[in-house]
């Protein structure tokens, strides 16, 4: 089973920069094409970004432009850079597979945008 750790969240004023790393267990991620979740308080998880196991990527209207997602896979490793950060950004992120059924949900990494 594929372990999923979320890290780089934090409290940031609107306008500022994060970067969230996805550390994966398992040579096994280089296979798939990942993504990065959201779920904000009281709303149901939603898929921002996503990239294919080639690199290519895609994200969701309200973060493109702003938002951009990598990966390295020698390192199984997924980020997340994420600029001009919005208080309607403020949510709990996670990774995980682009496609379902997806692996068990990391703990994810609370990201506060706040002034």
């Known amino acids: 089973q594929v372990q999923l750790v979320e890290s780089g969240g934090g409290l940031v004023q609107p306008g500022e920069s994060l970067r969230l790393s996805c550390a994966a267990s398992?040579?096994?991620?280089?296979?798939?094409?990942m993504g990065w979740y959201r779920q904000a308080p009281g709303k149901q998880r939603e898929l921002v970004a996503w990239i294919s196991r080639v690199g290519n990527t895609n994200y969701t209207d309200s973060v493109k432009g702003r938002f951009t997602i990598s990966r390295d896979n020698a390192k199984m490793a997924v980020y997340l850079q994420m600029n001009s950060l919005k208080p309607e950004d403020t949510a709990v992120y996670y990774c995980n597979k682009r496609l379902a059924p997806q692996w068990s949900w990391g703990q994810g990494t609370q990201v506060t945008v706040s002034s």
């Open positions: 398992g040579s096994i991620v280089a296979s798939y094409g």
